[in-house]
T-cell receptor, first 112, second 112 residues
Framework: GEDVEQSLFLSVREGDSSVINCTYTDSSSTYLYWYKQEPGAGLQLLTYIFSNMDMKQDQRLTVLLNKKDKHLSLRIADTQTGDSAIYFCAGNRDNYGQNFVFGPGTRLSVLP | DGGITQSPKYLFRKEGQNVTLSCEQNLNHDAMYWYRQDPGQGLRLIYYSQIVNDFQKGDIAEGYSVSREKKESFPLTVTSAQKNPTAFYLC???????????FGPGTRLTVL
């Protein structure tokens, strides 16, 4: 089955850029997503990229997709304390059934 | 306002009791999902439903049951057969099973 991996922790200083990485094993996903989870809350969709794109920019967020290496990254420019959260990458698949696979999440801590 | 709601936010139960978690959406989505989240882990799929009156087991269905009698509602029952029920439970919905998922705020269940 699909495996999605992420590093579990990342610390950055306020104002710096954050880069959160994700690798996956199954290349059949049509879309790849980034979700944000603040403490004690549900997941909020941040952005997504279609699998035939290499890059997508949305204000402070840049998503890079390297299909050859099965690597997805999320760059947050000018990171703020409000960006402190857990970030999940996820992919969908065409398989009947478990269509969404989430990574374990990266906890981003923004230091003043 | 369209959205997905879960209630209650916090739930305490004694060991051996069944408990039902509520999930309601007014997004007119066909598909609904239940996930479990444990500290430091990603989301694990418990059950999902593609359409009313139909549901399928996910990765960790043992000790749980669901029903989907109405499009808007997908309640999850945590039975006494679930060996380690204390966790954060997240409900989600999507237009179809291959589409982006929208999450509720979650219910934190603690079994004493």
């Amino acid at each position: 089955g699909e495996d999605v991996e992420q590093s579990l922790f990342l610390s950055v200083r306020e104002g710096d850029s954050s880069v959160i990485n994700c690798t996956y094993t199954d290349s059949s996903s049509t879309y790849l997503y980034w979700y944000k989870q603040e403490p004690g809350a549900g997941l909020q969709l941040l952005t997504y990229i279609f699998s035939n794109m290499d890059m997508k920019q949305d204000q402070r967020l840049t998503v890079l997709l390297n299909k050859k290496d099965k690597h997805l990254s999320l760059r947050i420019a000018d990171t703020q304390t409000g960006d402190s959260a857990i970030y999940f990458c996820a992919g969908n698949r065409d398989n009947y059934g478990q269509n969404f696979v989430f990574g374990p999440g990266t906890r981003l801590s923004v230091l003043p | 306002d369209g959205g997905i709601t879960q209630s209650p936010k916090y739930l305490f139960r004694k060991e051996g009791q069944n408990v039902t978690l509520s999930c309601e959406q007014n997004l007119n989505h066909d598909a609904m999902y239940w996930y479990r989240q444990d500290p430091g882990q990603g989301l694990r799929l418990i059950y999902y439903s593609q359409i009313v009156n139909d549901f399928q087991k996910g990765d960790i269905a043992e000790g749980y049951s669901v029903s989907r009698e109405k499009k808007e509602s997908f309640p999850l029952t945590v039975t006494s057969a679930q060996k380690n029920p204390t966790a954060f439970y997240l409900c989600a919905s999507s237009i179809g099973v291959e589409d982006e998922q929208f999450f509720g705020p979650g219910t934190r269940l603690t079994v004493l």
